[in-house]
């Protein structure tokens, strides 16, 4: 069975600082990675994803991902936050083999002037 | 365009009470359902998901339920509440005919019990 860890509940960061929000994951078969954005009381909003090929993923709002499979991590990264990019921050993780998409416990990513 | 819906947005029950949340989808065919529960300080924990009509799989034994009676409807059940199952719940579908299962998500139902 797949499974996520989150390893940091909250990272404090200043405005124009860059961040990184660590992904690692546990999985027997090959995986499909994903980060979501969820902004306060709203549902969750794809930021990237990782199917195969390129081990670098590009996604909206300046956001980008590293899979790495010999770690089994799938860190976030951005070179420089905004205010607006304060929100919780999930990794998912699906495999092949199966319809379920399991989420990690979040991090909360909280943007500072 | 897909579209999803979930109500209500905020319920507060009682203790014992029934339970009955409700999600459509439109735009798409044959979608895979999922249910989660996001309790607070919590990730999201995947309840039930569903890949066909009357088809439901649970992933956690509790007092809630879920059924599919039409293709795009998915509905989240219980007959008595318990305190423990307050928490924001969220609705989600993926495509059907892909396994890349990129999820799209309701607005999600802040449910209180009190």
């Known amino acids: 069975a797949q499974s996520v860890t989150q390893l940091d509940s909250q990272v404090p960061v200043f405005e124009e600082a860059p961040v990184e929000l660590r992904c690692n994951y546990s999985s027997s078969v090959s995986v499909y990675l994903f980060w979501y954005v969820q902004y306060p009381n709203q549902g969750l909003q794809l930021l990237l994803k990782y199917l195969s090929g390129s081990t670098l993923v590009k996604g909206i709002n300046g956001f980008e991902a590293e899979f790495n499979k010999s770690q089994t991590s799938f860190h976030l990264r951005k070179p420089s936050v905004h205010i607006s990019d304060t929100a919780e921050y999930f990794c998912?993780?699906?495999?092949?083999?199966?319809?379920?998409?399991?989420f990690g416990s979040g991090t909360r990513l909280l943007v500072r002037p | 365009s897909q579209t999803i819906h979930q109500w209500p947005a905020t319920l507060v029950q009682p203790v014992g009470s029934p339970l009955s949340l409700e999600c459509t989808v439109e735009?798409?065919?044959?979608?895979?359902l999922y249910w989660y529960r996001q309790a607070a300080g919590r990730g999201l924990q995947l309840l039930f998901y569903s890949v066909g009509i009357g088809q439901i799989s649970s992933e956690v034994p509790q007092n809630l339920s879920a059924s599919r009676p039409q293709d795009r409807q998915f509905i989240l059940s219980s007959k008595k509440l318990l305190l423990s199952d307050s928490g924001f719940y969220l609705c989600?579908?993926?495509?059907?005919?892909?396994?890349?299962?990129?999820?799209?998500f309701g607005q999600g139902t802040r449910l209180t019990v009190v």
């Open positions: 735009g798409t065919s044959n979608p895979n």
């Open positions: 989600a579908w993926s495509s059907g005919t892909e396994m890349n299962t990129e999820a799209f």
């Open positions: 998912a993780v699906s495999d092949h083999s199966s319809y379920k998409l399991i």
